[in-house]
């Protein structure tokens, strides 16, 4: 026994990167060979450097949140979180992610490496930005995070109304991500009950992302990338199904057929990865990437859904997230990031 800590790394998807998080990657990233690298191989896609992103004098939503640079911004914050982890105390036993996250979650792994990991992100962002179709959020739960069973009803309605035009994208702890064509996202958005001045949500900027809408950007990226960029994982992975990749054993042929496949057309169930994370492996701790900290509530939904400790509502996490070490640390936040990385 090595009488470290255990903990599964959990990364985020689209939309973590915002205005607040401007400048975050200079903050984070002490090691600067591997974002060299990167920059490199954006100026010759004829992009913006991660770095000019992230340094720039200002947040631009045109920018900023544009596929192929948000992608960028995400996937590297994501890394160097990842690097800053303090080995010394902590094993990490798996890691996981939402969505885009899986991208980054093969970057820790080790199954992407070199100059091929910027450019599989970047292509894999214009390639599903290209794609038809959008995206939105409703809630299925209450306000202390237990389900509600009228919105849940509300949206299986939506579903069944507007088959094969609209489709559960993720399964996002407490919330429903919906994606479909312009017609039928519009129509289930205006049929669903507003609730708590927010919802239903569309993501801007977002296509039909897992859904067979993006069947096309799948062909390309099938053509498109070999199956050489793809390596054995070094670390367990858990990806959109709850399936376990083991280390070492992983077949390359494999990861790119899921990863450039099923994940890309199929619905992602990010609350089942969660849940494997935790009865599988049993960490001590659950590790949030940053950028941000956007993936807190929707762990904390997962985590209630399957009784966690006990957890059955959002009081009773939160109440237990005030321990001096707390079952969920987001790198997202200073005070939480302390707890993880020897150079914060």
């Not at 039909?208 to 199956?227: G, T, Y």
Request: charged letters at 15%; a negative charge.
């Amino acid at each position: 026994m090595s009488g470290k800590k255990t903990a599964v790394v959990v990364c985020p998807g689209r939309g973590s990167y915002n205005r607040t998080e401007l400048g975050y990657l200079k903050q984070v990233a002490t090691d600067s060979s591997w974002l060299k690298q990167f920059d490199a191989v954006r100026e010759q896609l004829g992009l913006s450097t991660v770095t000019a992103l992230d340094q720039a004098p200002a947040f631009s939503s045109r920018e900023h949140l544009k596929a192929e640079n948000a992608a960028a911004l995400i996937y590297s914050c994501g890394i160097a979180d990842f690097a800053a982890i303090d080995r010394e105390q902590l094993e990490i036993v798996a890691v996981t992610g939402n969505s885009m996250g899986w991208y980054t979650a093969l970057g820790c792994a080790g199954v992407w490496q070199g100059d091929s990991q910027m450019q599989l992100v970047t292509g894999m962002a214009q390639l599903t930005a290209e794609a038809a179709g959008a995206q939105f959020i409703y809630p299925l739960v209450n306000s202390d995070w237990q389900p509600d069973a009228a919105k849940q009803r509300a949206v299986a309605e939506q579903l069944w109304q507007h088959q094969g035009a609209l489709f559960m994208s993720i399964v996002y702890g407490g919330y429903a991500v919906l994606a479909g064509t312009q017609q039928a996202v519009q129509a289930a958005m205006q049929a669903l009950p507003p609730c708590d001045e927010r919802f239903p949500l569309l993501l801007p900027g977002h296509a039909a992302f897992h859904s067979p809408l993006m069947q096309p950007a799948s062909d390309q990226a099938m053509s498109r990338f070999a199956e050489q960029l793809f390596h054995p994982p070094q670390i367990p992975l858990i990806d959109g199904r709850g399936q376990i990749w083991p280390a070492g054993l992983a077949q390359a042929a494999a990861l790119k057929a899921y990863t450039l496949g099923d994940q890309v057309c199929q619905t992602y169930h990010f609350s089942k990865a969660i849940e494997v994370a935790v009865k599988e492996f049993a960490p001590d701790h659950l590790i949030l990437l940053g950028p941000g900290s956007s993936l807190g509530g929707a762990v904390a939904q997962s985590l209630i859904a399957v009784n966690w400790h006990n957890w059955q509502s959002k009081a009773d996490f939160s109440q237990a997230q005030q321990a001096e070490s707390p079952f969920v640390i987001s790198m997202g936040l200073a005070e939480q990031r302390r707890l993880v990385s020897s150079l914060a």
